[in-house]
């Protein structure tokens, strides 16, 4: 029982440092080049030309980040329930035979690590649709938006 144990927990907690790694990549990859490439190059152009797109493209950002933020606590969350069944089974060990715990939380641990599971996913996919609103609407309405703005001035001059 504990071998299945230990092989549940070491799965499921190796499926969460997956998920977490590929949403930090996203986040510190091309979040951040785009944050650097519109905030810091481009800002006062499209603040100036298009303020209305880019302050919807800006909220959309924070909604992408809110989104990643909360993939990540609840894989802490899980991560967490991980942790505490093996720490449960330990503390009760001296208290009753070692098979009532490692019976009694052992079970749990493949319940929970699917419910986890199914729940992180929900989340993710609700980040996955926030980046896909950010990227395909809100960052290509503002480059459209504002070029399109930047040619008509240029051909009024």
Known sequence: MGVQFNDISDKCSAHFDEVSQMVLRVQNGFIKTVVNAVYQDGKDLFL???RNDFTEMKVQL???LDAA????????SAQYRLSNNAGKINRYIGKKALWTYQHKYG???GSNCEEDRAVVEGEVKKLTAAYEQFLRHNLNSLFKNTQHTLSTELHTV
């Open 62 to 64: 924070f909604a992408v």
């Open 48 to 50: 100036l030309k298009n």
């Open 107 to 109: 079970a749990r641990t």
């Open 69 to 76: 933020k909360d993939v990540q606590l609840k894989i802490e």
